[in-house]
């Protein structure tokens, strides 16, 4: 009974009475208090026997008029009004009685009071009393209508107090039936904004306003704590927060303490006036890499190979024209591509080389209208400002590429990605680690290094790669972005910088849980410009490998755009075994280098980073089975075609492979990732380096 009151067939019914039975009192009350009487009036004598009625200004006659029809037809035609309005009353008064009924039943005393029967509920039970009085008082009234018939002065003095009486009723009722219909326009406005949620999609606050109705009117004190329980959490913005403790359950001490450094946090980020060189040069900016105030170059990066502008294209033509690269690019379609024997066919050029690659396949020159030469320039910069590091190096965001052009090149995302999507994402792609310096942000803000200081411990690394990397493009000469329109530079910069954030590890569980109640709920199939920017921010965490812990610190929350979701930054384990055991090498290798850093410090070894104690195996089939599998079984279910084929099934044999042959199955390559190097690299970033760098150091970057 509940429910069907709650329908809207039946809230759309009630609306309508409502606004009718409030037309029906407005007219009766503008009507005047005439009763009918067959008594003998006549108006033009001074001493009428028996005296004349007092009859309204409308009704005298006229002095000269001695026929007394004409005024006793007025007279009877204003009383018939009204006794047509005494029954309507009469009829709505059911109605609402009827109403006042069912609500009782349904409900019961928590018509009348709240669930605790504490509180009573005012204007439900002032209308029920105002209902119940107006009826029992037309039942006693109607009968005496016939009264009004009789002859004599005195049954009219009668009839005209009743007719007062009723007119104080009427008013008195108006005063509730106006709540009634202001009720009603509430009511009627949660129909429209039900049809709009339904139209938009966003069913947030129709959800909690269908969860507060439950809880008013439930019976159970556990259902109402349930209930709130809810609510709370859809508000606090941690319904899609994962329970590490439960998740982490029966597993090793130190896979769930790597587990439990992810967090959740939304970050949104608005397209920003593009600022001029001049600006930039005054701000202190170093061009060639520093990010907001110029982060030092590293010791140990790798020589540039930059060229003069008029051969920053012509070398790239001259290199593509080479069989070599000719037959590794035609392969670059493939998940299996390998990015270590490309990097050694462009002679160490395959960051410009894969980016200039898809560049013309997919005509993304002219279909936008960007310089090429300052694209080349850019991507050049870029691979430069990559330090000499195990793993976050230029090879990792080649791979990146590669892997972001591949989910973008499937069928479901090739119908919705335009081509500007497209090159945001592969140079995202290209920038999303620029500079790294080889240590996580838990170490950077462990040792109060500049950079955490600088970003406030949040997504420490994510916000220096997008912010250094962006600076290069000030220069004019650099900006890959220079032609375009500044809607699409803005919607180009946000889309970028969106994705990019979203690579920190500690939004993982957030966005993958987000993911899967989007797309089972098909919004995803025609998504609007928020969901594509989650879709484009699946693919760069998908193609991007496994970054290191992230930051201990507790976790965020922020109301903000959908959270970027990403799927190329996991992908290593998702290779062919012969690239998977390739790239695992190199990050264990990362991570105990940041180890051994923590211990010559006096701290302790962040798990699966102390080399004497860790098993290379345990730790990859623990982050594999918990992270990386649950997030490519819905995206690849998601994105169809061969994805699931290629990447899925890459990672049941990995996992396999680890747990069959352990981490002996790494040959040779076990004890160079074990043994420790006689000197461990350093780069400026990691050791905290002042922020600012002088122009002379500037230039000689340069």
């Known amino acids: 009974m509940r429910l069907w009151l709650e329908e809207v067939k039946v809230e759309l019914a009630i609306i309508l009475v409502v606004m009718l039975y409030t037309v029906v009192i407005f007219a009766d009350l503008s009507l005047p208090s005439t009763v009918c009487t067959d008594v003998a009036v006549r108006c033009a004598l001074p001493d009428p026997d028996p005296p004349c009625l007092p009859l309204g200004a409308e009704d005298v006659c006229d002095p000269s008029e001695m026929t007394l029809s004409v005024c006793h037809g007025k007279q009877c035609r204003a009383a018939d009004i009204n006794n047509i309005f005494l029954y309507v009353d009469y009829v709505f008064l059911t109605a609402f009685m009827i109403e006042l009924l069912i609500k009782?039943?349904?409900?019961?005393?928590?018509?009348?009071?709240?669930?605790?029967?504490?509180?009573?509920?005012?204007?439900?039970?002032?209308?029920?009393?105002?209902v119940v009085i107006s009826f029992v008082f037309m039942i006693l009234i109607t009968p005496s209508i016939g009264i009004l018939d009789g002859k004599g002065a005195e049954s009219v003095q009668d009839a005209m107090a009743i007719a007062r009486t009723l007119r104080l009723v009427k008013i008195f009722r108006l005063l509730t039936v106006m709540n009634k219909l202001q009720k009603s326009r509430s009511t009627a406005h949660v129909l429209r904004k039900k049809a709009q949620y339904r139209r938009s999609g966003s069913p947030v606050e129709r959800v909690l306003e269908i969860l507060t109705r439950l809880k008013k009117h439930s019976e159970s004190a556990q259902t109402r704590d349930d209930i709130a329980f809810i609510m709370d959490i859809i508000i606090s913005d941690q319904l899609y927060s994962v329970n590490l403790s439960t998740a982490t359950a029966g597993l090793s001490k130190e896979m769930a303490a790597f587990i439990q450094n992810t967090g959740v946090a939304s970050v949104t980020r608005k397209a920003a006036a593009k600022p001029?060189?001049?600006?930039?040069?005054?701000?202190?900016?170093?061009?060639?890499?520093?990010?907001?105030?110029?982060?030092?170059?590293?010791?140990?990066?790798?020589?540039?190979?930059?060229?003069?502008?008029?051969?920053?294209?012509?070398?790239?033509?001259?290199?593509?024209?080479?069989?070599?690269?000719?037959?590794?690019?035609?392969?670059?379609?493939?998940?299996?591509?390998?990015?270590?024997?490309?990097?050694?066919?462009?002679?160490?050029?395959?960051?410009?080389?894969?980016?200039?690659?898809?560049?013309?396949?997919?005509?993304?020159?002219?279909?936008?209208?960007?310089?090429?030469?300052?694209?080349?320039?850019?991507?050049?910069?870029?691979?430069?400002?990559?330090?000499?590091?195990?793993?976050?190096?230029?090879?990792?965001?080649?791979?990146?590429?590669?892997?972001?052009?591949?989910?973008?090149?499937?069928?479901?995302?090739?119908?919705?990605?335009?081509?500007?999507?497209?090159?945001?994402?592969?140079?995202?792609?290209?920038?999303?680690?620029?500079?790294?310096?080889?240590?996580?942000?838990?170490?950077?803000?462990?040792?109060?290094?500049?950079?955490?200081?600088?970003?406030?411990?949040?997504?420490?690394?994510?916000?220096?790669?997008?912010?250094?990397?962006?600076?290069?493009?000030?220069?004019?000469?650099?900006?890959?972005?220079?032609?375009?329109?500044?809607?699409?530079?803005?919607?180009?910069?946000?889309?970028?910088?969106?994705?990019?954030?979203?690579?920190?590890?500690?939004?993982h569980f957030d966005h993958l849980s987000k993911f899967k109640t989007r797309a089972s709920g098909g919004t995803l199939d025609a998504p609007d410009r928020k969901d594509m920017r989650l879709?484009?921010?699946?693919?760069?965490?998908?193609?991007?490998?496994?970054?290191?812990?992230?930051?201990?610190?507790?976790?965020?929350?922020?109301?903000?755009?959908?959270?970027?979701?990403?799927?190329?930054?996991?992908?290593?384990?998702?290779?062919?075994?012969?690239?998977?055991?390739?790239?695992?090498?190199?990050?264990?290798?990362?991570?105990?280098?940041?180890?051994?850093?923590?211990?010559?410090?006096?701290?302790?070894?962040?798990?699966?980073?102390?080399?004497?104690?860790?098993?290379?195996a345990q730790c990859q089939v623990g982050f594999i089975n918990i992270l990386i599998k649950p997030f490519y079984e819905e995206w690849c279910a998601w994105l169809g075609g061969?994805?699931?084929?290629?990447?899925?099934?890459?990672?049941?044999?990995?996992?396999?492979?680890?747990?069959?042959?352990?981490?002996?199955?790494?040959?040779?390559?076990?004890?160079?990732?074990?043994?420790?190097?006689?000197?461990?690299?350093?780069?400026?970033?990691?050791?905290?380096?002042?922020?600012?760098?002088?122009?002379?150091?500037?230039?000689?970057?340069?």
């Open 276 to 507: 001029k060189p001049a600006e930039a040069e005054a701000s202190g900016g170093d061009a060639n890499g520093g990010g907001d105030g110029g982060a030092p170059r590293a010791a140990g990066r790798r020589a540039s190979f930059s060229m003069a502008a008029t051969d920053a294209t012509y070398w790239v033509d001259q290199l593509f024209e080479q069989d070599a690269v000719q037959n590794m690019l035609q392969k670059y379609h493939l998940w299996e591509f390998d990015p270590f024997a490309f990097d050694e066919v462009t002679g160490r050029k395959p960051l410009v080389a894969s980016v200039m690659h898809l560049v013309k396949v997919n005509n993304l020159d002219e279909e936008l209208g960007f310089d090429c030469s300052k694209l080349v320039r850019f991507l050049t910069k870029v691979q430069d400002g990559m330090n000499d590091v195990p793993f976050h190096n230029y090879m990792h965001i080649t791979d990146v590429v590669h892997g972001t052009a591949y989910f973008l090149s499937q069928e479901k995302l090739k119908a919705l990605a335009t081509p500007l999507d497209f090159y945001t994402m592969i140079l995202s792609a290209a920038m999303h680690d620029f500079d790294h310096p080889g240590y996580n942000n838990a170490y950077l803000c462990t040792t109060r290094n500049h950079l955490a200081i600088l970003y406030n411990d949040d997504s420490v690394l994510e916000s220096f790669h997008v912010a250094s990397s962006w600076r290069i493009m000030l220069m004019d000469e650099l900006d890959p972005f220079a032609g375009l329109s500044a809607e699409d530079y803005a919607e180009a910069r946000q889309t970028a910088v969106t994705t990019i954030l979203g690579t920190d590890m500690k939004f």
């Open 104 to 130: 009782c039943y349904a409900w019961g005393f928590r018509y009348f009071f709240n669930a605790e029967g504490r509180t009573c509920e005012i204007v439900n039970s002032i209308d029920a009393v105002v």
């Open 535 to 616: 879709i484009l921010a699946m693919c760069l965490h998908g193609a991007r490998p496994p970054p290191l812990l992230p930051s201990p610190r507790p976790p965020l929350t922020r109301a903000a755009l959908p959270p970027p979701l990403a799927a190329a930054d996991v992908s290593n384990p998702a290779k062919p075994w012969k690239l998977s055991s390739e790239w695992t090498s190199r990050v264990m290798t990362e991570f105990f280098r940041q180890g051994d850093m923590e211990m010559d410090r006096g701290l302790a070894a962040s798990p699966f980073m102390d080399r004497a104690k860790t098993n290379i």
């Open 642 to 702: 061969t994805s699931e084929q290629d990447c899925v099934e890459n990672i049941v044999k990995n996992i396999a492979m680890w747990q069959d042959n352990g981490e002996e199955v790494l040959g040779d390559r076990l004890a160079q990732v074990k043994t420790r190097p006689e000197s461990t690299p350093r780069t400026a970033a990691a050791e905290g380096a002042p922020l600012s760098v002088t122009k002379e150091s500037k230039a000689g970057d340069s």
